[in-house]
Structure formats: C-alpha cells, structure tokens
C-alpha cells in the first residue's frame, strides 16, 4: 500500500513538473541564481534613484552658486557642488535618466531592426537571405565608435540642438548594433521553420507575414531577450565615451559621460574626486548589473541547461 501512495506521488508530481510552463520555469531558475538577482536588484534600485529621485531634490538643474562652487560632498550638497555651484547628486540622477534611456531606445531599434530582417533572413532563405546576410557582414565590418565619433562631430559641426541630437544617437547607436541579432534570430529561424508547427501552418494556408510574426519570431523570444539585455549595456558605453568626447549629450543636458569630461584637467582629477567618480561608478554598476542580469537570463532560458 506504502508502495502505491508513494508510486502516486511521485507521478503527481512528475505530472506537475511536466505541466510546467516553460516561463515559470526559467522565472525559477532565473531566481536562484543569486548574482543575476542582485543585478536586478541594483538595476531596479538605479532606475527608481534616476527617475523618482530628483523629484526630491531641494536643488533645480539650473541652479548656479559661485559662491559654492567646487565644494566638496556636504550635508547641504551630499556629492558635492561643479564649477558652477550645481548640486552634483541632482546632476547625476538627471544623467542617468538620459544615459538610460539612450540604452533602452538604441537597444529597441537594435531589436526592430535584427529581429525583423533575421527572421526574413531565416524564412525566405536563398537570394533574399544571401542579400540580407550580404548587408549584415558589411555593417559587421564598420568601426562602430570611429563611425559614432564622426557622426557626433558632424552633428556638433552643423548645431544640432541638444535634445534633437539625443534622439539621432539613440538611432545612430541601434542602427550599428542589430547585425549580431540578426544572425542570431536566422539561425533560430533555419531551425525552427523545418518544426511540426510550421507545416501546420503551411497546411492552414497561412500568409508568410503572420507565419513570421505570429509564429516564428515568438519563439525566438528567449534569445532576444538575452541579446537585448546586454546591447543595453552596450549602448551606455557607447553615449557615455561620446558624451565624455564632448560629441554625444553635450550640455546643458546632463549625462554620465559629459559629467566625467567636467573633471578636464590634473587639478579637478586629483583634487576634485566628486566631480569624476558618482557618474563613474554610476556607469561601472549598472553595465555590470545588466550583465549580470544577461547571464542569468541566458542560463535560464538555454535549453542545452534544462536538467
């Protein structure tokens, strides 16, 4: 009798196990890794300070003092004051806001655009695929940050306005960065069109379009995912090394890069360390963070992983 309850259980739960639903489980799995939990926890603590913490603030993003300027970090100014008597804690929250949405939309048109095309890639296959893939090697090959410098110094040549010039970064930025999705959205596809599903769908009589979008890029989902996360990252580091260029964000418009070009010469490097290492550590944290949130998703949603 033992034998059979026992026998019961366990087929009880086998039978949940299998009626599993593959996000809960990668939710579960994603969980337990504890350096991707933390990332995320510090991602999410980095937005809520950016976008919620300067409404805070006692201090205006305009705010000029010369009589405070420089001075170190103080129960008035907690990181400090600039040049020019601004509240540097007020300056990096506003800085992180644009430097994160940089991320967010760049990495968005990362997606639109890898996605789209290597799914067509992947669906029509011979000429139209050798076309796109022909087009992707030879984005591929371009110095992305060389390419970025001169597009910023040809921006800053023809005056375009500070907020104008944030919305064709995040544009120049996701339009350099879809050729590694791209190639791997395709090889999903190659993959995935030769499923059951998918002569389902040639039986149903379905429109390629809806074949694509309805049924083959969903599946993708996993993979983009995790190659979003970390052209987040990517996309960062690449506002950020133009800002400090002085040819991404330039102000008034405050950004992590541009933040850390305030600190120009020996004296404010070695004597003014607030001016230099908020913004630092600020990019240091999150682009480690979404990392470490990148790892975890890939070790979660592989199923070369599933035990």
């Known amino acids: 009798m033992a034998t059979e309850v026992t026998t019961m259980t366990r087929q009880t739960v086998s039978s949940a196990t299998v009626s599993e639903s593959p996000w809960r489980i990668a939710i579960r799995r994603f969980s337990r890794n504890k350096l991707a939990l933390g990332g995320l926890i510090i991602l999410i603590i980095m937005f809520l300070i950016c976008f919620i913490g300067p409404f805070f603030s006692p201090y205006n993003l305009y705010d000029y003092s010369l009589v405070s300027k420089n001075k170190p970090p103080s129960a008035a100014h907690w990181l400090g004051t600039d040049k020019l008597g601004r509240d540097i804690l ?106 059951e599903f998918m002569l389902a769908t040639e039986a149903l009589g379905l429109k390629d379009r809806r074949k694509i979008f309805r049924h083959l890029l969903p599946n993708t989902v996993p993979i983009i995912i995790v190659a979003a996360t970390l052209s987040v990252a990517s996309a960062i580091l690449y506002e950020s ?67």
């Open 90 to 195: 007020l300056r990096v929250m506003l800085a992180g806001r644009i430097s994160l949405l940089v991320g967010v939309v760049a990495t968005a048109i990362t997606v639109i655009i890898g996605g789209t095309l290597g799914a067509i890639a992947g669906f029509y296959r011979k000429q139209v695929d050798s076309v796109i893939m022909r087009i992707t090697d030879i984005f591929m090959s371009l110095p992305s940050l060389p390419i970025l410098i001169i597009l910023g110094a040809v921006m800053s040549d023809l005056k375009v306005p500070p907020p104008t010039r944030i919305y064709y970064l995040m544009f120049i930025i996701g339009l350099l960065s879809w050729t590694s999705l791209a190639r791997l959205v395709r090889g999903q596809i190659l993959t995935l069109r030769e499923q």
């Open 241 to 307: 090394s133009l800002s400090f260029l002085g040819l991404g964000v330039i102000p008034p418009t405050p950004s992590w890069g541009n933040l850390i070009a305030d600190a120009n010469n020996l004296i404010d490097f070695r004597k003014r360390p607030w001016l230099w290492i908020p913004p630092g550590v600020c990019i240091l944290v999150t682009t480690v963070a979404i990392n470490l949130i990148g790892d975890g998703l890939r070790d979660a949603l592989d199923p070369k992983m599933k035990r």
